[in-house]
């Protein structure tokens, strides 16, 4: 089984077609994991069964527990171009251990090392049966192999991504492929809303509103609630239960039912349950607006056959059916602000999109990722910068500090030293004091307080990246203040 987003089933899968003649590597390969399966063996052993594994894939240079600071060994560095942390079999990669640190917080801190990063972009998490992979440039998204149940199949994506022959280039053109995989799909959404699904609803949405601006904006909100249900139903954000649409949506081409008008009826369903929240089902309320209650909706009837076409054109592209956690919200979110750009119009009994003056509908329009990161790194890359210099510059010298100073340095920063207890006030110790002080500095904090402003939003995609980067300079923060200064 293979989990994750950083690869779209649909790069996989072309993967799975190309990578031919590995037989012979895949049998060693399953007496192995049999093996591991089989034998409950320490960490160091296991390290060597690991090692035996990358053997098959081509690594031979291996340096067993690196050291890069007193307190942290990376357990495999394979020819000086993939680090590798190695785990008892069954742990669990996402949960706190002893140290506070997940197993997966543990590798991803080893890929923000300044001394990793000289020689290793990958790192690989095992607990010998389940494989997860790590990007250091996109550390929020991984790839994870689990042979519990052993697959050819995906043995053959394992061995195209990790193959050291052919590494990280393999690896590399995947991600491309990926990334044009994502504008290819949404090309064809945005022409398949365009030229199908708009005029479709527009049709079925005219028998209750004339009105051509308020007709849009009624498609429009059903439109991005579908988007939604899909993407938050592939990506295993919300759990409908009964009503999920998942299934209706991968046996579309063949959908039959004796009711009329069920699948509508099971959308609207799924409109009020998103809006309100169900306990039975531990589905939170989402209360954005999106789904807000809609009269307009509510009172609408329209028949399988025309839900069906239009669950079709957002559900597959090129005969394939469209993962939607395949899909970044980027390339998303471009649609929603393309479709603004036009007006409805209505000819006779037929409606349409009409081009703005601006821009021609020729494909997805969007600010590209290296104008978005580009301008991420210099705004808020050199404000964490700065917070961090603060921090390194004021924290050395707080342990020097007497009480003189440290008084001093309060009433500079407008502290309060006195401390309130149960009989009145008294004086904070030192200690406390420079406890206090280094609380005041705390980057971590101050991080977190950073007051963001797109003031052309759009879709939001500049704050979704910003988000992003801001989550993965946290944990690279935190790392730095443990390693340099234990500072937890």
Same mark, same amino acid.
């Given at each position: ?167 990280p280039d393999n690896f590399l053109n995947a991600l491309n492929e990926n990334y044009y ?57 919300? #759990? =409908? !239960? ?10 579309? /081409?063949?959908? +039959?039912? %004796?009711?009329? *008008? ?80 036009? #007006? =409805? !119009? ?10 703005? /003056?601006?821009? +021609?509908? %020729?494909?997805? *329009? ?81 991080? =977190? ?19 992003? *980067? ?19």
């Amino acid at each position: 089984m293979i989990r994750g987003y950083l690869l779209s089933d649909y790069v996989i899968d072309e993967i799975k077609n190309r990578q031919k003649g590995i037989f012979e590597k895949f049998k060693i390969f399953s007496e192995i994991l049999e093996d591991i399966k089989e034998n409950n063996y320490n960490e160091a052993d296991l390290r060597e069964k690991i090692i035996k594994i990358l053997e098959i894939l081509g690594w031979s240079e291996f340096k067993r527990e690196f050291s890069i600071s007193n307190l942290m060994r990376i357990d495999i560095v394979a020819n000086n171009k993939i680090i590798v942390e190695c785990k008892r079999k069954g742990t669990e990669f996402d949960k706190k251990e002893l140290n506070n640190k997940s197993p997966a917080k543990q590798i991803r801190n080893y890929l923000f090392d300044e001394e990793v990063k000289k020689f290793a972009n990958f790192g690989i998490l095992t607990d010998g049966i389940k494989f997860r992979i790590y990007y250091a440039n996109k550390l929020s998204d991984y790839i994870e192999f689990d042979f519990e149940e052993i697959s050819e199949d995906d043995f053959k994506v394992f061995y195209y991504l990790l193959n050291e022959k052919e590494f990280p280039d393999n690896f590399l053109n995947a991600l491309n492929e990926n990334y044009y995989y994502q504008t290819k799909v949404s090309d064809e959404l945005l022409k398949n809303v365009f030229e199908s699904v708009i005029p479709i609803l527009a049709e079925e949405f005219n028998k209750k509103e004339n009105n051509l601006k308020a007709l849009k904006r009624h498609i429009l909100i059903f439109l991005f609630r579908l988007l939604f249900i899909f993407y938050a139903e592939d990506r295993n954000l919300i #759990d =409908l !239960k009964a009503y999920s649409l998942k299934d209706i949506r991968k046996n579309i /081409k063949n959908f +039959k039912s %004796s009711k009329t *008008y069920e699948i509508f009826n099971r959308i609207k369903a799924i409109f009020k349950l998103i809006n309100e929240g169900d306990k039975e089902i531990n589905l939170p309320r989402y209360n954005g607006g999106l789904f807000k209650d809609n009269d307009f909706y509510n009172d609408l009837e329209i028949s399988d056959k025309v839900m069906s076409e239009i669950i079709y054109k957002l559900s597959y592209f090129q005969e394939k059916f469209i993962n939607y956690k395949d899909i970044s919200v980027r390339h998303l979110g471009s649609i929603y602000e393309t479709i603004l750009e036009f #007006d =409805l !119009k209505k000819e006779k009994d037929s409606f349409y999109l009409e081009k703005g /003056k601006e821009r +021609k509908i %020729s494909g997805v *329009y969007y600010t590209p990722d290296f104008v978005v990161n580009f301008i991420i790194e210099r705004t808020i890359g050199r404000k964490i910068e700065d917070i961090l210099n603060d921090f390194e510059k004021n924290v050395s010298g707080i342990e020097k500090m007497n009480k003189s100073e440290l008084l001093k340095k309060f009433k500079m920063l407008n502290l309060e030293v006195k401390k309130k207890t149960a009989d009145g006030y008294r004086d904070k110790t030192e200690k406390e004091m420079k406890e206090e002080l280094k609380n005041y500095y705390d980057p971590i904090e101050r991080i =977190l307080n950073l007051k963001i402003l797109d003031l052309a939003s759009g879709s939001g995609h500049f704050l979704v990246s910003a988000v992003e *980067y801001l989550s993965n300079k946290i944990e690279e923060v935190e790392y730095i203040l443990e390693k340099k200064y234990n500072y937890r």
